[in-house]
């Protein structure tokens, strides 16, 4: 068994609009990283993000990124502080002919036992609640997550 899930979500606005609201650290501070975040998504780099309900800033790395189409992420799995080792995120972006953008993530790669599976569940939750607060955020300019976890 491969543990991983795919979530998505419709954004009303341009997939520019919406790729730059995600590779962006100063927009994704201000709807999702509630701790900040540090470094543009770029291929190669390792930027910082932190979150006040996972309080501690850590890295991710990008693996790559195609302008208005793909970021493909690494982090560290949170289930096994003895044998670390890292998942990977894809989020892809793709234009809809109402000129709406169909955004999707991705994140698999864990370890089949139970903390794997622990893991695997949190992540979707926070991904599908990424979603939410991309969406509030480049359509209406509102923070969801604002006093969400503090």
């Known amino acids: ?29 201000r709807y999702f990283t509630t701790g900040g975040a540090k470094g543009r998504l770029e291929t190669g780099a390792t ?13 991710v790395r990008v693996i790559e990124v195609v302008s208005n189409e793909r970021i493909v992420l690494e982090w560290k799995a949170n289930d096994d502080a003895d044998h670390p080792y890292n998942t990977r995120v894809t989020i892809s ?16 790669g864990w370890r089949e036992t139970e903390a794997g599976l622990k893991s695997a569940f949190g ?24 006093g969400m976890y503090r």
Do not use: Y
């Open 1 to 29: 068994m491969d543990l991983q899930f795919r979530v998505f979500a419709h954004i009303a606005k341009p997939v520019d609009q919406v790729f730059e609201a995600v590779a962006d650290p100063d927009q994704l501070s």
């Open 47 to 59: 930027v910082t993000w932190d979150f006040h309900d996972f309080p501690g800033a850590f890295p």
């Open 93 to 108: 972006f793709e234009p809809t002919d109402d000129g709406r953008t169909l955004v999707a993530i991705e994140e698999g």
């Open 123 to 146: 992540n979707c939750m926070g991904w599908s609640q990424m979603l939410c607060a991309l969406k509030a955020w480049v359509e209406h300019r509102i923070n969801l997550r604002e």
